[in-house]
């Protein structure tokens, strides 16, 4: 199994995202990879950046490991979710990979869709793809990517997106957080039942 997060700069929103994701679903052996749009080559992530990972339980090492990468076509083949941080980068992730729609999501609307599918819905979906987890994860994505037009849609659109904290103040990073984890909570769960 293996998901793939996105931003702009891969140094906030993608590298805290796919540092829980990973810590999260280490027990599954799962693959988290994060890139930029506009990837600074191989920096660090913010101090900001970091506390809210440490905060969420993602070790200290693994935080200042992390080094940004621009997003490029090749990389978008293998994952079987791609979880973009905006509409932009969603759209972005279309542009460079039209084949991976279904797959590629904002992490927010992921969310908000999946939570319109109950357990089941999604187990049964992952278990007719079969026994090869990416198999199961990619089914269990369409599913989710098949409420589209059927679930509610936010009020306002901002709502599928998360804010960009970069150079900004800690209020706006905890705000990029509580946006942010929540929807995490709801990729994990999806995560779990396709591997169940």
């Known amino acids: 199994m293996e998901l793939m997060t996105v931003c702009t700069g891969n140094i906030c929103r993608s590298p805290l995202a796919q540092l829980i994701l990973a810590t999260r ?3 599954l052996g ?3 990879h ?7 080559p191989a920096a660090v992530m913010t101090p ?3 506390d809210l990972a440490l905060e969420s339980g993602v070790s200290e090492a693994d935080a200042d490991a992390h080094r940004s ?4 076509e090749a990389m978008l083949s293998a994952p079987d979710l791609i979880l973009a941080m905006t509409r932009d ?3 972005e992730l279309a542009e460079l990979a039209p084949a991976r729609l279904r797959s590629t999501f904002t992490v927010r609307e992921f969310a908000r869709l999946a939570a319109s599918l109950d357990d089941t819905t999604i187990a049964s979906s992952a278990a007719a793809a079969g026994s090869d987890p990416s198999a199961r994860l ?7 990517a098949g409420q589209r037009g059927l679930a509610i849609p936010p009020a306002d659109p901002a709502d599928d997106d998360v ?3 970069y150079r900004r103040e800690w209020s706006v990073y905890q705000r990029s957080a509580q946006q942010l984890l929540p929807a995490l909570d709801q990729v994990e769960r999806v995560v779990r039942l396709a591997a169940a």
């Open 89 to 91: 980068h969603r759209r």
């Open 48 to 50: 900001e950046a970091i």
């Open 25 to 27: 679903l280490r027990d």
């Open 30 to 32: 799962a693959s988290v």
């Open 163 to 165: 804010i960009d904290p």
């Open 34 to 40: 994060s890139a930029g749009v506009r990837g600074l």
């Open 69 to 72: 990468r621009y997003l490029t």
């Open 138 to 144: 990619r089914a269990a994505a369409a599913a989710v």
